[in-house]
């Protein structure tokens, strides 16, 4: 890791905190913890509980990656950084990465709170840490593309409505092998392995390295999505 | 020559034509060279050319000594860039913002706490940047360009929105930098900064440089050499000009001192907007 990267993933960090995005993320881990120890069914969160271990950092994911974004281009922060030898490559790499570390601790909480500390808190950390990597990427690729909020809340259904996809298979409404195109759908398979304490080591070792993939491939997505637009950006800056 | 510029062209992508039809210039180590027009002539464009924000450009443009298209990031180790309008992170403060960035540089970089104070900046003061004013936000943008101790310094309207004690304290800034070595590339339609700063100035309109001078041999290029005087009468405070080149002009002027109650005596040089509207026919707004 450069140390470019590590510095512009500190600042991330930090603004992120300063705009009160951990506070949301344990928030609502916090909540979640309360609604599944009080109000759900132990026979119903093998299916629960995967679910929200992919839907905080998934779909929360992609709206905090972009908020920041949107924060920054109101700010007009990105042109100062690019008179730096900071490239965007690096940049982004920040954004995605540090992005992922706080939803990840979130969400490995709420694991903890549901089922207990086990070996299973270490297990679902490297899939919600993959899975948010995924979300960051998708997140930034959507608002770098679409200069407006609301735009971005518009053209973010389509992807959001895919992403979601696998939930059918999850819930036993489609084959099991119609979604493994979607990253979601090896997140959900360890998420499910995990929580009905089934796990195959075969099966949790090739969900994760599939994801790692999408991970790896959203990430350069990501990359070249930005590095391409955002240099339109910094033309009528 | 720390910039060489050589026939720059640039149009934006969905542009018909031309931004920056062929300029020429140079700019010495130390020198502040003022780059002065109207809005929408090429100034800043230029800047972000030279700061390699618009990388796409036709013809030769050499930084010190090196090819433009050719030089890496550490290039900005060896620039500052200050834009016309704050673009902070704005939920960080002063000292944040410039520890932050400092980082980024693999340079020597300047104290911090030294700089802000140099600005009038508030040290250990815990207000993010969005509570500043617009002046304290352009000062700390100011002060954010000279942490790594730039050789080239890019400024994009430095006096915008600074109050006047403020503008003097950052003119002295820019030349106390200029004296110790920094080349300054100042960026601004103020003619008044430009006159008071500037060792060399370029006027551009319309994408193309019409002249290149210092602004002393700029405004005796175009003097017509008149003095206007000002004199009291019973009538109140009347004036006349007489022209330097005309012998009878001259002696009615030594007369007209000898037998009026002068006031005021002033040569009617042109400003620099004067030169300019010759020029370009019209202002810089």
């Known amino acids: 890791m450069s140390r470019r990267l590590v510095h512009a993933t500190r600042l991330v960090m930090t603004m992120q905190w300063r705009s009160g995005f951990p506070q949301v993320y344990m928030g609502i881990a916090l909540f979640a913890i309360v609604i599944f120890r009080a109000l759900v069914p132990a026979e119903v969160i093998p299916l629960a509980l995967p679910a929200f271990l992919f839907g905080e950092p998934g779909s929360l994911g992609i709206l905090m990656v972009a908020a920041q974004r949107y924060m920054e281009r109101g700010e007009r922060s990105v042109v100062a950084l690019a008179v730096t030898p900071l490239t965007s490559g690096e940049y982004v790499s920040a954004l995605i990465l540090g992005s992922a570390l706080v939803p990840t601790a979130a969400t490995a909480f709420v694991q903890l709170g549901v089922q207990g500390l086990d070996g299973r808190v270490v297990m679902v950390i490297p899939p919600l840490y993959l899975i948010a990597v995924v979300s960051g990427s998708i997140g930034l690729m959507l608002s770098t593309l ?81 590095a391409m637009r955002v240099r339109n950006e910094l033309e009528f800056a | 020559m720390i910039v060489s510029v050589r026939d720059l062209r640039f149009r934006y992508p969905k542009s018909t034509g031309d931004v920056l039809r062929g300029l020429d210039f140079d700019i010495a180590q130390g020198e502040i060279f003022g780059f002065l027009g109207p809005n929408g002539s090429g100034k800043s464009t230029t800047q972000k050319v030279l700061t390699k924000i618009l990388p796409r450009y036709h013809g030769k443009v050499q930084v010190f000594g090196d090819d433009l298209a050719r030089v890496r990031t550490d290039y900005y180790n060896r620039i500052g860039v200050s834009f016309e309008f704050p673009n902070l992170h704005e939920k960080l403060t002063a000292e944040e913002n410039l520890e932050f960035y400092r980082r980024f540089f693999d340079v020597p970089t300047e ?19 969005a509570a500043f004013s617009k002046g304290m936000k352009m000062r700390l943008v100011l002060a954010r360009s000279l942490i790594n101790r730039p050789k080239l310094w890019f400024l ?130």
């Open chain 1, 146 to 226: 679409f200069a407006e909020f609301t735009r971005f809340i518009l053209g973010s259904i389509p992807p959001i409505a895919i992403y979601s996809l696998p939930f059918l298979p999850f819930f036993g409404l489609a084959p099991a092998w119609t979604f493994k195109w979607i990253p979601s759908d090896s997140a959900l398979v360890i998420f499910g392995m995990l929580a009905r304490s089934e796990v195959h080591a075969s099966a949790y070792i090739a969900s994760l390295g599939l994801l790692a993939l999408f991970a790896g491939a959203a990430w350069w997505g990501a990359t070249t999505v930005y």
């Open chain 2, 111 to 129: 104290d911090p706490a030294a700089l802000l104070r140099s600005l009038d900046l508030p040290v250990g003061d815990r207000r993010r940047a």
């Open chain 2, 156 to 285: 994009d309207e430095p006096t915008t929105g600074q109050d006047p004690e403020h503008a003097v304290k950052i003119r002295e800034l820019i030349r106390a930098q200029a004296q110790a070595g920094v080349t300054v590339f100042l960026t601004t339609h103020d003619m008044t900064v430009a006159d008071k700063l500037c060792d060399r100035i370029a006027l551009i309109h319309e994408g193309t440089i019409v002249v290149n001078d210092t602004p002393r041999n700029l405004k005796l290029r175009y003097n017509e050499r008149v003095v206007r005087m000002e004199y009291r009468t019973g009538d109140g405070l009347r004036h006349e000009d007489f022209r330097l080149d005309d012998d009878t002009s001259k002696a009615a002027f030594v007369h007209a001192v000898q037998a009026k109650h002068v006031e005021t005596i002033h040569t009617l040089e042109p400003s620099l907007e004067d030169v300019f509207l010759r020029l370009a026919g019209r202002g810089l707004m």
